[in-house]
């Protein structure tokens, strides 16, 4: 029995750590605190697929610290590698927890990565790298898992077979809030494996008397009395063997089994007549339990002893009864089973959505392939295997969902093509005018602004001459040219009139230039107030050009790309998804088939039992009748 | 048993990378950047009234209404982000209306309503909205930006 105890693992009781790092600093990327949204209820899938999108896009960045993820990519990465643990997906955990672990992370993260790192580890039933794992742990460690982090290592020395330094490490951890009731039982059976017995027997009582609220602490108190039970039984120490079995709560999941092992202890201790209260409460209780049907046998068996043969084989009639139609059950699960009703069942979506399904399922009507299922979650591979199913299955479903979604999409492109395109050639021919008269313009304005540049160094007067002003200059110019050209000799009079007016309008220019110039380049800043805004639109325009190509150019490949990549996985997980289903079914009908035997072999040892037990009470029976006929009223054993 | 799990580990890993082009693809078809808009809703930190409902309008249209179940409410408390609308908006200044309705400890019914304005540029506009008891120190819907 020693051998065969188990440690509490107690794995998935630490909260996210994500929420609270974002709880404690500012939140800059929405998307971010999206994933954190959806893994908080559980939903990892699309946490990591919200993820996923924001750390490819992070690392596509040219400058990724100028991007909303840039002060959380620390968190996000180890969030990943959480989120990937907690969706069962240890390879990829473990290469993301691995990555943190060689990145510029803080202490506290870089522990925890460790912590999480050596329980997909210890999971994959891979100790030693467990432990190796756990040896990186350096410095400070974050303090809602430092105990964890040493619970780990305990089960892990358990694994390994170092019991001794597994005890090291629990009678630390006695008194721990968060582990109360797994330190203590585990650091029984830590001194057990170690051959402590007188020191694990005293270890577990302690366990199986600690104070407990939450089912958690309630349920391995049960496990520590019910295993103490079973040590003592062995010693043939029955009273206290009694008495531990007795601290197991009546309603519970160990109740069962504490009540079947209580009457052997009383059957051991020959006290026949206390054995019969625990087994009388057990045959009340779900005929598919094991211990139940066990008790079905055991309980006349106590009778028997009490030589009260009537009420015994009574019982024995009673147990062959319920022993068959507990093998028509089977037989009907087995069949139920094999016509593919059971993974019909599994996938039924009301029941999924209570957290206790799994034992709904048992009271559901016309389900009869999974009345023994509780006994079939006892075992780790198989919940694995259903957990696997069940997420096939809600990957097909999405998957099933985007194939249809294609088709929507291939519509809207369509309507957006049917809109745009006749529309678009002749805005582009429009826009096409616009913009070469909108170069021009602002290919004037940069000549402009270059002039005005330069006069600041070297001044120009004549460049910034009015309309009027460039008139008279002409005027002025043309009329010296007629002169000239008349070949007349000049008259000094009209001479100096042109030279005058000349004169004023140089005199003009020059004395009124600073002010013109400044003018000009306020002129110019108004221009250029005109020119942005001439600008943003064009870029607007642009942008809704381009936006409406984007709206229905460039999908094709894809969008074929997708289509294929989603029917080629819904192939290959209906492939897989049979496969799982063919070995869930597999494993339900072997162990149907072994608890058929269990039950036929039940059935014989009752039916003798029965035909022994009704010869002993015809007898008793008979040897009574003198005894009634004399007189003494007395009723014999048929009244037990 | 190992192999198949080994398996399962695959496709869900392939599963997820068409969900994550496929995100990339939906998001450039449906919501270009230059139209984009998406509202996220936050509960102010240390809150601990119960939200049952969110309505949010755009420009007077209701575009999103949200009723909270418990699971949501508490992933709301713990620090995650609910993007509860996305859609598509022209550029320029938009006015978003938010109500909310809910319940405190006590038991008396709170709702609220607040009246905002944003601008919407080229760029996508992702509008936070964070909630808090009317009652508490903080205001009881605040507007943020990311």
Redesign the interface.
């Given at each position: 029995m020693p051998g065969a105890a188990t440690v509490r693992t107690r794995l998935g009781v630490i909260a996210?750590l994500v929420?609270?790092n974002?709880?404690g600093a500012e939140?800059?990327?929405?998307?971010f605190?999206?994933a954190?949204?959806?893994?908080?209820?559980?939903y990892y899938?699309e946490a990591?697929?919200?993820l996923?999108?924001e750390l490819?896009q992070h690392r596509g960045l040219d400058e990724p610290e100028r991007d909303?993820l840039y002060s959380h990519i620390g968190q996000a990465q180890f969030s990943v590698g959480d989120f990937e643990l907690r969706?069962?997906?240890?390879?990829?955990a473990g290469r993301a927890i691995r990555a943190v672990l060689e990145g510029d992370v803080d202490e506290e993260v870089r522990n925890d990565a460790a912590f999480r790192l050596a329980r997909i580890h210890f999971q994959k039933d891979q100790p030693e790298d467990a432990l190796h794992a756990l040896n990186r742990i350096n410095g400070r460690v974050p303090e809602n898992i430092s105990d964890d982090v040493e619970f780990l290592r305990a089960n892990v020395y358990m694994s390994l077979g170092r019991p001794s330094d597994a005890v090291d490490v629990l009678q630390r951890l006695q008194g721990s809030k968060s582990l109360q009731g797994f330190s203590e039982y585990n650091l029984g059976i830590a001194l057990l494996q170690d051959g402590r017995q007188r020191e694990a027997l005293e270890q577990l009582d302690r366990a199986g008397q600690v104070k407990a609220e939450d089912q958690g602490t309630l349920a391995i108190r049960d496990k520590a009395n019910l295993m103490l039970g079973a040590l003592l039984f062995e010693t043939a120490d029955f009273s206290d063997s009694q008495r531990s079995l007795d601290r197991v709560r009546l309603e519970g999941p160990f109740s069962n089994k504490a009540l079947l092992r209580a009457g052997w202890a009383d059957v051991s201790a020959e006290n026949y007549q206390r054995a019969i209260v625990p087994w009388t409460i057990l045959v009340e209780r779900e005929a598919t339990d094991i211990a139940v049907q066990e008790a079905m046998l055991a309980l006349p068996y106590a009778y028997s002893k009490l030589n009260i043969y009537g009420r015994a084989a009574l019982l024995y009639g009673q147990a062959v009864e319920a022993f068959s139609e507990e093998l028509d059950k089977v037989d009907a699960s087995i069949s139920s089973i094999r016509e593919g009703r059971f993974l019909e069942a599994l996938v039924r979506e009301e029941i999924r959505q209570d957290k206790d399904w799994v034992i709904r399922l048992r009271s559901l009507p016309q389900t009869p392939e999974t009345y023994y299922l509780m006994a079939l979650m006892a075992s780790h591979?198989f919940q694995?295997?259903l957990q696997?199913y069940l997420?096939?299955e809600d990957?097909r479903k999405?998957?099933v969902s985007?194939q249809s979604g294609f088709d929507a999409?291939e519509d809207?492109?369509r309507l957006r093509r049917q809109y745009y395109e006749p529309l678009l050639p002749e805005i582009d021919s429009h826009f096409r005018r616009l913009d070469a008269q909108m170069r021009l313009r602002l290919e004037q304005r940069q000549n402009l602004e270059k002039r005005l540049q330069g006069m600041l160094t070297a001044p120009r007067p004549d460049f910034l001459a009015t309309a009027d002003e460039r008139i008279l200059g002409t005027r002025i110019e043309g009329l010296e040219a007629r002169l000239q050209a008349s070949g007349q000799a000049m008259d000094t009079g009209v001479q100096l009139r042109l030279a005058r007016l000349r004169g004023v309008l140089v005199w003009n220019l020059e004395t009124d230039y600073h002010a013109r110039l400044t003018e000009t380049f306020k002129h110019l800043g108004e221009l250029n107030v005109v020119v942005d805004i001439l600008q943003t639109q064009y870029d607007?325009f642009v942008?809704?050009r381009q936006?409406a190509m984007?709206?229905y150019v460039g999908?094709e490949i894809?969008?074929q790309r997708?289509r294929a990549?989603?029917t080629e996985?819904l192939e290959?997980?209906n492939l897989?998804m049979a496969?799982?289903g063919h070995?869930l079914e597999t494993v339900a009908i072997n162990e149907l088939k072994s608890r058929q035997q269990q039950l036929e072999t039940y059935q014989n040892e009752a039916r003798y039992a029965f035909a022994d037990s009704y010869d002993r009470a015809s007898k008793a029976q008979a040897q009574a009748k003198p005894e009634v006929q004399a007189g003494d009223g007395a009723a014999g054993e048929e009244q037990g | 048993m190992k192999g198949l799990d080994e398996q399962v580990q695959e496709i869900k890993s392939d599963v997820l990378s068409i969900a994550t082009e496929l995100n990339t693809l939906e998001e450039r078809l449906l919501f270009p950047s230059n139209t984009q808009v998406a509202v996220f809703i936050s509960v102010a930190e240390g809150e601990e009234f119960r939200l049952d409902a969110v309505q949010i309008k755009i420009d007077g249209a209701p575009v999103a209404h949200h009723i909270y179940s418990f699971k949501e409410l508490e992933a709301l408390q713990q620090g995650g982000v609910q993007r509860v609308y996305s859609g598509n908006i022209r550029t320029g200044e938009h006015e978003l209306d938010v109500s909310m309705y809910g319940k405190l400890a006590s038991g008396k019914d709170v709702s609220e309503t607040a009246s905002f304005r944003f601008t919407k540029n080229i760029e996508p506009k992702l509008v936070g909205v964070t909630l808090a008891h009317p009652n508490s120190s903080s205001a009881g819907i605040q507007l943020g930006e990311w």
């Open positions: 996210l929420a609270g974002v709880l939140l800059t990327d929405p998307y605190g999206e954190v949204y959806y893994a908080q209820q559980g899938f990591l697929e919200r996923d999108v490819a909303a969706y069962r997906m240890h390879h990829r591979d694995t295997a696997n997420d096939l990957l999405k998957l985007w999409f809207l492109i607007a942008r809704s936006a984007h709206s999908y894809p969008i997708l990549r989603v996985g290959r997980l897989l496969s799982q070995m | -």
